[in-house]
Nanobody, 121 residues
């Protein structure tokens, strides 16, 4: 079993910052990709950013330059530093990971339960 647990959401004023964390635990052989998605009220879930095992990062255009994704391999944890937050960043943020649980098995996609980020004055 694999679990992804997010933390760090909350209420912040426009222009403020938050740091999200996501820790993966359980039966983990290797982690290929970790990343973040978000779902705003009334909208579809969208990809935000990810980091692959070699350290390469990618971002959706709307957060490029404001958000930074990073990882701690020893802790199986990924972070999302969010700066210059805007009201349109308000959403439930979900952690996502592509994980191999045992040697020789296929990688599977896992999701956290989400953490709410509200940007409002």
């Amino acid at each position: 079993q694999v679990q992804l647990v997010e933390s760090g959401g909350g209420l912040v004023q426009p222009g403020g910052s938050l740091r999200l964390s996501c820790a993966a635990s359980g039966s983990i052989f290797s982690i290929d990709v970790m990343g973040w998605y978000r779902q705003a009220p009334g909208k579809q879930r969208e990809w935000v950013a990810n980091i692959i095992s070699g350290g390469t990062t990618s971002y959706v255009d709307s957060v490029e330059g404001r958000f930074t994704i990073s990882g701690d391999n020893a802790k199986n944890t990924v972070y999302l530093q969010m700066n210059s937050l805007k009201p349109e960043d308000t959403a439930v943020y979900y952690c996502n990971a592509v994980i191999v649980t045992t040697r020789g098995s296929y990688a599977r996609n896992y999701w956290g339960k989400g953490t709410l980020v509200t940007v409002s004055s």
